[in-house]
């Protein structure tokens, strides 16, 4: 399978309704955007499937959900203030503005403009934090941060959870919520976003457990990208160098998948932050944060390793990963091939024709399956063109009523990816249904 082509790819977006430019109608704002009728049911299938991976199933993990905005001394605490920047530099000419280490160097060793070649300013820190105030009075006592990671909520509550929950070592603390970075180029569709939603775990364990538990968590968030059906040949796990490691991080791996616009580039982060943000909270917060050790009697501060991810980035990896484009018996077809349990519309109703006849038993078929499955119903134009506009959205089944129905109760099912079809009796579709989807969907 091909990848597509990157506006194709957008268009499609945009048409069907995944996703759309923020504010659009006065131009948009660069790095926000806004998910459409589809793009929010695919959202909202990927943080189930990571919730129910993450939190249900497991027994060592609960989670959470913290305000967005913190008393800032967090951000001091957590080193975000002093560090959480990128290098920038202006163009002399044409006055646009880069992130340093994005623009490539040339063999004398300089970096010019890669708009007009024009000569650049010296690189100036620049913080990813975006700032505003708290109450009335804009001053710098009522300064506060809308957060750059999700991560600092669940560290200011390892308290709080512990001894709520009575959890011993190793256990972890999930969250999945919205983070903001002023990326000083957002960007390449929804890759790079001022706004974002971020799922993290934070994951507590005995110290010189570290390294060990940081290889399992690697493996099997790497296996969670398999499950989903992204290609093994488009994934690959990256070590960061010494030089990139983020200030609390002992190592860090990345998951990276290979994108059409930018080859491979980071979809998720899984680091070991080490006994780092619980020593600095405990010393900034005047508090011990602690963990006593039945076994040897011990109070420990415990290391921490931390799968991360960006819920746009896998979004957008998912349907890139997913898209196919297809000629079946000279016709032309599109289709995502996504996931059952991420489809944003599971079943389609199809009326064979808008013919009055069929219309009460397809609002019946329709009716039946609403409780039970995200639907749509569409009776316009060709039944052949709706078959296509369902492809072309990832629907897995779509369910013809035709004339047939009329004599014998029973509807055709048509598979999106072998596109067979097969008659079942009306009185059976819930089960035969449930069945081809994924038994372990919840109902
Ligand atoms: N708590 C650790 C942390 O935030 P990160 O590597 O900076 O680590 C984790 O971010 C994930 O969040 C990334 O792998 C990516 O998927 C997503 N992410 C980060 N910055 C993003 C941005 N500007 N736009 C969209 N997603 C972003």
Redesign the pocket.
Known sequence: MTQPNMETFVSLCKRRGFVFQSSEIYGGLGGFWDYGPLGVELKNNIKRNWWRSMVQLRDDVVGIETSIIMNPRVWEASGHIATFADPMSDCKDCKRRWRTDDIAINDKGERHCPECGGELTGARMFNLMFKTFVGPVEDEASVVYLR????QGMFVNFENVLTTTRRKLPFGIAQIGR?F?N?IT?GNF?????E?E?M?MEYFVMPGTDEEWHDRWIEDRFNWWLALGVRNQNLRIREHTKEELSHYSKRTV?IEYDFPFAGFA????I?NRTDFDLKKHAEFAGRTLQYFDEATGQQVVPYVI?P???I???FLTLLIDSYAEEEVRGEKRTVLRLHHDLAPIKVAVLPLSRNEQLVPPARRVWDLLRPHFMTQYDDAQSIGRRYRRQDEIGTPYGVTIDFETLEDDAVTIRDRDSMEQSRVPIANLVPVLREKLDPSLPA
């Open positions: 750059p990671e999700t991560a983070s970075r990326e957002p929804i890759f790079r976003d001022r974002f971020q993290e990345d980071e979809i998720e982060g680091a931390e991360a991810m960006g746009d980035r896998c």
